[in-house]
């Protein structure tokens, strides 16, 4: 079996929080969950998730990982909870630490998450920030895995908001080494912190590519990959984004100018019509779904790794 042991008692903030060969035990870990290959037992131990905005699969995908690890989950909705209240984040992650055995945690800066992580005496994961989203970037690169084999020679555009699901695919795109290109419109580059540590990684490789012009960014693609233009918590600048955006859809024309046996990918959920046409949506080239099912077994084997000794 897969030795993950490593990994136990430390955070997942970052997909910099990982080294390429973390990465690659996670997702052979993963496989293996899928696969009923692994059946591993974390009776007693309790995951909570603190959720300051909505969610639908990270939310559920983390509570029935728990469930099948033999796990539970507590959810510790902020509004009901005195987190809602505003008690100090120091004091919620002193408190249920003290209880918890990981928790999982939604929110919108990055800071408040390192704020958790620095008062709480058990691990803490990154379930999104507006910075980041590494659980669903370990996700895509498992059905990545599993639809071309092997990530030597893949190019994977990301056509949109170079915003949090954008950089953590940049930065687990850097330690396994596939070549990304992002194609945003002027003034939604992705954080220049992660260009500049992706580039580190790659060393003298080129492989991230930053461009406003997704027909040039799509060429010979094997993966295509859009997600929201406007992200929860900038519900006030939708109709700007949807002006800035428009030409940034993954519609059939963009399809074409890809590999032709391009996959596409989204994180959900999805607005047809505005970053991805209904037709390409719904189209063979889809892997949305697939996609969306390994959240779970990535989860699994992220929680088995942070909780096994
Ligand atoms: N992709 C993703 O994180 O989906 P949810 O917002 O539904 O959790
Ligand atoms: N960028 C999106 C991702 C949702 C999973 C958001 O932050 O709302």
New binding site residues.
């Given amino acids: 079996m897969t030795n993950c042991n490593k990994l136990a008692c430390r955070n997942f903030l970052s997909s910099l929080d990982l080294s390429t060969d973390e990465v690659v035990q996670i997702l052979n870990l993963a496989k293996n969950f899928k696969t009923n290959q692994l059946n591993i037992e974390l009776k007693n131990k309790v995951l909570g998730l603190i959720f300051d905005k909505s969610s639908t699969r990270t939310r559920v995908s983390f509570q029935v990982a728990m469930s099948r690890l033999g796990g539970s989950t507590i959810d510790l909705n902020p509004s009901t909870s005195q987190i809602g209240r505003g008690e100090p984040i120091k004091d919620t992650a002193r408190t249920l630490s003290r209880y918890c055995d990981v928790l999982a945690i939604r929110t919108f800066n990055q800071s408040d998450l390192e704020e958790y992580a620095k008062w709480s005496s058990k691990p803490i994961v990154n379930a999104?920030t507006d910075l980041e989203?590494p659980c669903?970037a370990l996700a895509d690169f498992m059905t990545i895995k599993e639809e071309l084999g092997e990530f030597k020679n893949v190019v994977l555009t990301f056509i949109g908001?170079g915003?949090?699901?954008a950089n953590s695919l940049i930065l687990c795109g850097a330690l396994l080494g596939v070549e990304i290109r992002i194609a945003c419109p002027k003034g939604y580059e992705p954080n220049p912190f992660v260009i500049s540590k992706a580039n580190e990684i790659y060393k003298e490789k080129n492989l991230l590519k930053i461009t406003n012009d997704p027909n040039i960014a799509v060429l010979g693609a094997n993966v295509l990959y859009t997600?929201?233009w406007s992200?929860?918590g900038e519900e006030e600048h939708k109709e700007d984004k949807d002006k800035d955006f428009r030409g940034y859809s993954i519609d059939n024309n963009l399809l074409k100018r890809a590999d032709k046996n391009a996959i596409v990918l989204h994180?959900?959920p999805a607005y047809r019509s505005k970053e991805i046409s209904d037709e390409v949506f719904e189209s063979d080239n889809s892997r949305i779904f697939e996609q969306a099912e390994n959240r779970m077994h990535v989860q699994q084997a992220l929680l088995y790794c942070l909780l096994s000794k």
Avoid: A, T
């Fill in positions: 999104l989203h669903q908001d915003n949090n699901v997600d929201v992200s929860m994180c959900l």
